[in-house]
């Protein structure tokens, strides 16, 4: 089975611009989360989506939003970038399962670089 | 805010030796964990999980150790290899919570 996916690997913006960043998860799994990976601050939730809907979300301004597709492809959009949005943005999915945790599986990352 | 933290930033061992990663987290509700290593430029990967009402769980080479008493988590790998080299990383979960919380990461360096 393929992994999750994540297109594009690298981006460079300029401030201001905005971005959209692109997860496939693994085929079967529904759920779709995403994190913003920096230096300083490590791991961060950004939001959850499950079945097209947001089901979570972490404490980021609402230049960050998202979406998820019928199947069940995500993106994530980036508006007014500013430099302190450089960043590893990871996705992960998870399988469906009737417990109350999922295992989570990341993709390889988009790396982000703002100038 | 509830969140969750490593001890060591950095751990250097020598190969073939046990490593241990720790971990404390702070939101006493908390009643899953999970261990992730991480290498240059690849997402997470997932490496053990346990939930609150066991206090161990075995993997291949690997250990988790879970203190609720005192809100601390570890991670043990026995003979440790080269490959091991990687970021770890621990998270957490709760139903309250409903996504994971990450560590900052323990950086583990193995010299041959």
């Known amino acids: 089975k393929a992994g999750v996916t994540q297109t594009p690997r690298y981006l460079i913006k300029t401030r201001g611009q905005q971005v959209t960043l692109s997860c496939s998860p693994i085929s079967g799994h529904r759920s779709v989360s995403w994190y913003q990976q920096t230096p300083g601050q490590g791991l961060q939730f950004l939001f959850e989506y499950f079945s097209e809907t947001q089901r979570n979300k972490g404490n980021f301004p609402g230049r960050f939003s998202g979406r998820q597709f019928s199947n069940s492809r995500s993106e994530m959009n980036v508006s007014t970038l500013e430099l302190g949005d450089s960043a590893l943005y990871l996705c992960?999915?998870?399988?469906?399962?009737?417990?109350?945790?999922?295992?989570?599986?990341f993709g390889p990352g988009t790396r982000l670089t703002v100038l | 805010g509830e969140s969750v933290g490593l001890h060591l930033p950095t751990l250097s061992v020598q190969e073939g030796d046990n490593s241990i990663i720790n971990c404390a987290y702070s939101?006493?509700?908390?009643?899953?964990f999970i261990w992730y290593k991480q290498e240059s430029g690849k997402g997470p990967q997932f490496i053990i999980d346990i939930r609150s009402n066991m206090d161990k769980r075995q993997g291949q080479r690997v250990t988790v150790l879970l203190n609720k008493t005192v809100k601390h988590l570890s991670l043990q790998i026995a003979a440790t290899q080269p490959g091991d080299s990687a970021v770890y990383f621990c998270a957490e979960n709760s139903r309250s919570q409903g996504n994971l919380i990450f560590g900052k990461g323990t950086k583990l360096s193995v010299k041959p």
């Open positions: 939101n006493s509700a908390s009643d899953y």
């Open positions: 992960a999915s998870s399988p469906p399962s009737g417990g109350a945790y999922n295992e989570q599986f």
